[in-house]
């Protein structure tokens, strides 16, 4: 097939389980409900990271964390790796991103030929808060996720209102103009990510709805592993969840929003279509991460659970299967092969040491024999936790902590922990075997720590990076930062 455009389209913190797609019997999403219908679904997605800045380097770069740092919200990509950006730039591509990127300051070289209205970490030093990861604080920023719940306006949403208008005047006005080679656009939207405030025609839709308590959310049915415990003392959210109408009313936001973020990529869609190039476009629909959204007393993102470390994926557009579902285990990693080949590069000629398969292959029906990883070494943890797919189970390895195991073919809502379980010792020793193939997790969480303790004492030490305070969340463009 002939080189084709692509238009990538990511959101932030967008739980998998949350769309009309995927089932969900409440929330509408009818313009990716139709991207779907029309394209690839890929229902285990996994994100390289469950938190903003790794994850978003991961996606850029085709790469673990663990093989390229940026470990965690406080450690921002700076274009020091090469990138898809960089790679097709350099083919003479038009490269292009608009809305949020997350790196790490807006004049470094990130690979693209244009950075529209980027967000970028705050300061060029983020989350620093995140940099302690002993004996850590009570963030005083979570307050924002009850306090902040319900309908509005707020920057995130006019944010995003800006990106969608942007991509649309992009897409009309210079995706149109034939440069030789086809472009890459990237809209990047911050909805659903928190504040759970949504335009109040979205919020409204789901307030008088009779909505059902997020599972396992009482005390006594919440799961009491260490590393939860640690996020829960830390990003301590649902200590402001006063009542069953809080946690309804943070739910109400937060689908608010999901039908929000649904309305203008239906708009960026639309623009598409009516300038004529969806037929030479593929389009990829992804999110960062997921959202604890409640469940076991759970708010934010930071586990390895489905909804948090499991990413939305749809693939649409020529030579992609239509109206398919694929349960193979697919990466982030997998986007840099997809995007490049598309664009009519070849992938294996360039950089074929990648853990990357093209998600267009799979979609075929490839099912390459590979350990797909996720890990995480940020904010609200101790320890560094690696999470890996090995037929129908999950495999979660804590470098201190006990580990915990799922078969996700029977208990799809992880409700069981199946680690202890003598008749399972087989399959757990051999998820095991298959992560240290990998990486040496014990190895990577020591590197981890090490950049983290460097750049704790660059910005003045543990109480330094206190007394600055809790971000909560980065403020977009034109706005000033509120530490808690």
Not at 30 to 38: E, F, G, N, T
Request: hydrophobic residues 35%.
């Amino acid at each position: 097939m002939s080189a084709l455009n692509f238009l990538v389209i990511m959101s932030d913190e967008h739980n998998p389980k949350i769309a009309g797609y995927a089932g969900h019997p409440i929330v509408q999403t009818p313009s990716l409900d139709a991207l779907a219908a029309r394209g690839t679904i890929f229902t285990s997605a996994y994100s390289t990271s469950p938190v903003c800045i790794p994850a978003r380097a991961g996606f850029a770069v085709g790469k673990y964390v663990h093989q390229i740092g940026f470990w965690d919200n406080a450690d921002a990509y700076d274009g020091s790796v090469p990138s898809w950006h960089h790679l097709l730039r350099e083919y003479g591509h038009r490269i292009v991103s608009i809305g949020k990127l997350h790196f790490r300051r807006p004049d470094e070289d990130h690979g693209f030929t244009e950075e529209q209205i980027p967000m970028h970490i705050i300061e060029g030093k983020g989350d620093l808060l995140g940099l302690v990861r002993e004996d850590m604080p009570r963030r005083g920023g979570a307050r924002k996720m009850a306090a902040m719940a319900g309908p509005g306006e707020t920057p995130y949403t006019l944010y995003d209102k800006e990106i969608c208008s942007r991509a649309q005047v992009w897409l009309r006005e210079q995706g149109t103009k034939d440069a030789g080679k086809p472009w890459v656009l990237f809209v990047s939207f911050v909805a659903p990510h928190f504040p759970l405030t949504a335009p109040p025609e979205h919020y409204y839709r789901y307030w008088d709805r009779d909505l059902p308590m997020p599972k396992l959310y009482a005390r006594e049915a919440r799961p009491r592993h260490p590393y939860l415990e640690d996020y829960r003392n830390s990003f301590c959210y649902d200590d402001y969840f006063e009542s069953e109408a809080d946690v309804k009313r943070a739910l109400a936001g937060y689908f608010g929003l999901v039908s929000y973020l649904d309305e203008n990529i239906g708009k960026v869609l639309h623009a598409l279509e009516e300038t004529g190039l969806a037929a030479g476009t593929r389009i990829m629909y992804t999110s960062d991460h997921g959202d604890n959204l409640g469940a076991r007393g759970l708010w934010g993102k930071s586990t390895m659970y489905e909804e948090i470390v499991g990413v939305p994926l749809i693939l649409a557009g020529p030579g992609v299967p239509r109206g398919k579902r694929v349960g193979v285990p697919v990466s982030h990693v997998d986007a840099f092969p997809t995007i490049v080949e598309t664009a009519g590069v070849p992938f294996a000629d360039i950089r074929d040491e990648d853990p990357g398969v093209s998600l267009v292959e799979m979609a075929h029906g490839a099912t390459p024999e590979r350990t797909v990883l996720s890990e995480y070494h940020g904010m609200g943890s101790t320890t560094g936790a690696f999470m890996v797919r090995f037929q129908c189970y999950k495999y979660v390895h804590y470098a201190k902590y006990p580990p915990q195991l799922f078969d996700l073919e029977k208990d799809p809502e992880e409700i069981h922990d199946l680690a202890r379980d003598l008749a399972l010792a087989t399959v757990l020793e051999e998820c095991r075997r298959r992560l240290y193939a990998v990486c040496d997790p014990a190895e990577v969480d020591k590197r981890a720590k090490a950049r983290q303790a460097e750049l704790l004492a660059h910005n003045g030490g543990r109480e330094a990076v206190i007394k600055r305070g809790d971000l909560g969340f980065t403020p977009a463009p034109g706005f000033a930062a509120t530490f808690e």
